[in-house]
């Protein structure tokens, strides 16, 4: 339940003072009812939870009807990839609070984070409403992939001034082959996290 446990953007929404049976009407229309479509796609562009609503579709696997201004059609690479899916947006609002159905690489950068800023496991269990356990091991693992992240970074360094010894195949392999992904070392990333806890 916890996907659909944060729907509280539904009251800022344009379509939420509509009758049920005219937004049943407007929001799940025929495949060639392309009159009421362009009608429903010009009510979410005008919204201002447009964002959160088209989330909510992905989150949930709402695969019918028109979402965030999309139609089923243009949502459908975005549910093919959702278990993928990397929002910094959505990891920041997980630190400030707001309960999130998490993708594994969002849930990993959200984890991170709460390992460098030195957050307790139960901390972060509430936060996540996960097993304390299960967050003591994601937190083991954080450290591991920092300490790994660490020792790493200052060779690739090395590697760049020292063309002759490596060829840049090589360099691009050992890049490619990084356990903490290359976002995790941006500065500008790091900042965002912190102002968000």
Known sequence: MRAISDHSWHVRALCHELPADEADKL?????????????????????????????????????????????????RPWHNKVGRRLDYDRVREVLAGRDLHLSIPERDTVIRHAYVRGWEPEHLAFLLKADIDWIRDLLREARHAVADRDRYHGADEEDENTDDEHSADDHEE???????PAQVHTGALIAALGKAA
Not at 44 to 60: E, G, I, L, S
Not at 174 to 180: A, D, F, K, L, R
């Open 27 to 75: 929001f799940f229309p025929t495949p060639r009812d392309h009159k009421t479509i362009a009608e429903a796609k010009s009510l979410c562009n005008a919204c201002p939870v447009k964002k959160d609503c088209f989330q909510y579709a992905c989150d949930n696997d709402q695969r019918t009807g028109i979402w965030g201004g999309l139609t089923e059609r243009e949502r």
């Open 174 to 180: 050992s890049m490619t082959t990084s356990i903490v």
